[in-house]
């Protein structure tokens, strides 16, 4: 993202990415709204935004942007509000906007404000990498939380339980208690999520897991080669728009 101060006080945004939305319905423009409410003045900017992230993909693209956002502005003004004063902020527009803001591993209670740093799940010179697949689907938030039905019987992950494997460096425990209620949603909405998970696993996958409200996938491998084939398989499936390898921070 670049930021430019403009001579009026017209906020403009503009984007590689056609699709993307630049009025006010965009986090990064609420995000500038917020920040000279907040701080009691403000001024023109042109920002440009070069998409890396997929729209709609349950990876918190948009929740990014505002943080990135959200530190720009502040950086601009001579840092008039605290790392603490931007997560409040933030929490206002978006409940992921204080973890982007603080990123890392964190554990995230509340509505998202509250933030509790946890151990990365890399250990020194280990090799762990993720493969990040998404569907050409766009997946509606709204839609997966209106028909999420919680009871008695809703397995939830052990979130307790992670936070401790996290903790320990227990790397086979994190796997373990990879979960997310938010696939008794997306997954059968759109089958072709489950489809990718299975093909993550047969391919050498340690785990494999939606992510946010989906529809994108990660699966967890302990060597690149793994990581590289089962990427591989994905692209011959024809079921994923996006892909690419990664690691842990």
Same mark, same amino acid.
């Given at each position: 993202m670049t930021f430019k101060r403009r001579d009026d006080d017209r906020v403009v945004l503009k984007s590689d990415?056609?699709?993307?939305?630049?009025?006010?319905?965009?986090?990064?423009? &609420?995000?500038?709204?917020?920040?000279?409410?907040? $701080?009691?003045? *403000?001024?023109? #900017?042109?920002?440009?935004l070069k998409k890396s992230i997929p729209t709609a993909a349950g990876l918190a693209g948009g929740s990014s942007d505002a943080a990135a956002t959200l530190k720009a502005l502040n950086k601009m003004a001579g840092d008039p509000f605290d790392d603490e004063g931007l997560?409040?902020?933030?929490? &206002?527009?978006?409940?992921?906007?204080?973890?982007? $803001?603080?990123? *890392?591993?964190? #554990?995230?209670?509340?509505?998202?404000?509250i933030l509790t740093?946890?151990?990365?799940?890399?250990?020194?010179n280990e090799e762990r990498f993720i493969v990040i697949a998404k569907p050409p689907a766009a997946v509606s938030t709204a839609f997966v939380y209106k028909n999420l039905k919680l009871d008695d019987n809703t397995e939830h992950p052990d979130v307790d339980g992670m936070a401790d494997a996290l903790k320990k460096g227990d790397y086979n425990g994190i796997i373990k208690r990879l979960g997310n209620v938010l696939e008794s949603v997306t997954i059968p909405a759109y089958p072709e999520i489950g489809?990718?998970?299975?093909?993550?696993?047969?391919n050498g996958a340690e785990g494999s897991l939606m992510s946010g409200s989906g529809p994108t996938v990660f699966a967890l491998f302990d060597n690149k080669d793994k990581a590289q084939g089962a990427l591989l398989k994905l692209k011959e499936s024809g079921l994923c728009r996006d892909l690419l390898i990664t690691d842990f921070m």
């Open positions: 990415d056609e699709s993307l939305p630049t009025d006010k319905d965009n986090l990064i423009i &609420k995000a500038c709204d917020l920040f000279f409410s907040e $701080l009691g003045s *403000g001024y023109g #900017l042109d920002i440009f997560r409040k902020m933030g929490v &206002k527009i978006g409940a992921d906007i204080p973890f982007c $803001l603080m990123g *890392g591993t964190a #554990l995230s209670e509340g509505i998202g404000e740093p946890l151990p990365s799940p890399r250990r020194g489809k990718i998970k299975e093909i993550a696993i047969l």
